[in-house]
């Protein structure tokens, strides 16, 4: 029987592609989001419950896993997929924009983990993969904020993943590359965005397809406990940085 699988950040992107991936492999799912109307959009059948869930607020967070494993049981896989890129310069950014970055990116994954963690500890099982990117561990220009946020859900997942895994217990990240997500859409600083879309151009104007992401976790996922794809990093094969 297939376990629970929770994903944060499901109404679009890498989520949305995970979500739909994971639905015809006939997982129970609990797919979270602020945009719970773009989820029901996916239009998944089966076990799929859909909650409003902020991954900032760690109270709601776990109202929702706890009501999913009620109905399917513990969570078996967690997928911090949540995210936030708000492009600019440290000179002219809003730091409110850094906090953004910083509360969605680092302290959402810490409060998904703090969650399952106990449980999976116990039971000497159970799987958590935090979505990062190629920015958790090189510099791009007008990234500061964001890639400070990437190098923290790099450093904190290491760090998880040594403390748990005697108890058999699996941390993985995934660091996908620049692809087709609604991650821009928030950016606020023209000329920041105008110099990433050159920069997409130079790619031959398409990036990574998030399905492709959506299967990598699977095969990471689907792997026997005892083997830990610790991190892949996946991007275009046209990307150059």
Not at 210 to 235: C, G, L, S, W
Request: hydrophobic residues 40%; negative net charge; proline residues 2%.
């Amino acid at each position: 029987m297939k376990k629970l699988i929770v994903i944060t950040g499901a109404s679009s992107g890498f989520g949305a592609a995970m979500a739909r991936l994971f639905n015809e492999n006939d997982y129970p799912l609990l797919l979270l989001g602020r945009r719970t109307e773009k989820i029901e959009a996916l239009n998944l059948s089966g076990e799929v419950m859909i909650r409003h869930a902020d991954v900032t607020d760690q109270d709601e967070l776990a109202k929702a896993i706890h009501e999913a494993e009620g109905k399917y049981g513990v969570t078996d896989l967690l997928i911090n997929n949540a995210g936030v890129m708000l492009l600019g310069n440290v000179w002219k950014q809003s730091s409110k924009e850094w906090q953004t970055m910083l509360d969605t990116n680092i302290m959402g994954v810490l409060n998904g983990m703090q969650i399952v963690l106990p449980e999976m500890k116990k039971n000497h099982h159970g799987t958590i993969i935090n979505i990062s990117s190629i920015a958790g561990f090189k510099a791009f220009q007008n990234h500061a904020a964001y890639v400070a946020s990437k190098f923290g859900v790099h450093g904190l997942s290491e760090t998880v993943r040594q403390e748990v895994s005697g108890e058999n217990v699996r941390v993985m990240l995934v660091a996908p590359g620049a692809a087709e997500t609604e991650l821009l859409t928030h950016v606020t600083d023209d000329k920041a965005l105008s110099e990433y879309e050159e920069w997409k151009q130079s790619m031959g104007g398409i990036t990574l397809d998030p399905k492709h992401v959506a299967e990598t976790v699977k095969f990471m996922y689907e792997m026997p406990q005892e083997v830990n794809i610790r991190e892949v990093d996946i991007a275009a094969t046209l990307q150059d940085n």
